[in-house]
């Protein structure tokens, strides 16, 4: 299974960013998908997260700036940044939780995508 992030950049104080990650290979369902974020000399902190029936939770510091969404059809997690702010700045990571089987479930790793707010 693999996890492939997308949509990162250079964006303005103020700005927008949509974030995409797709997961492909032996997959039999997906339960819950998220997205956590590494700022420089800081730890991984979750964004946050969406269920596979659509419960999401978000971190304090993003809600009501930050929607998360998924597409089930394409095994895809979408996170949608807007009123973007410099403490943003990181490398976003997308997270899932993979059935590979009928008996075993395992949780898999983006490869990060750069976020970068900054006049």
């Known amino acids: 299974v693999q996890l492939q992030a997308s949509g990162g950049g250079l964006v303005q104080p103020g700005g927008s960013l949509r974030l995409s990650c797709a997961a492909s290979?032996?997959?039999?369902?997906?339960?819950?998908m998220g997205w956590y974020r590494q700022a420089p000399g800081k730890q991984r902190e979750l964004v946050a997260i969406?269920?596979?029936?659509?419960?999401?939770n978000y971190a304090d510091s993003v809600k009501g700036r930050f929607t998360i969404s998924r597409d089930n059809a394409k095994n895809t997690v979408y996170l949608q940044m807007n009123s973007l702010k410099p403490e943003d700045t990181a490398v976003y990571y997308c997270n899932a939780n993979v059935r590979i089987s009928n008996a075993n479930t395992r949780y898999y790793w983006g490869q990060g995508t750069l976020v970068t707010v900054s006049s």
């Open positions: 290979g032996s997959i039999f369902s997906i339960n819950v």
């Open positions: 969406i269920s596979s029936s659509g419960d999401t």
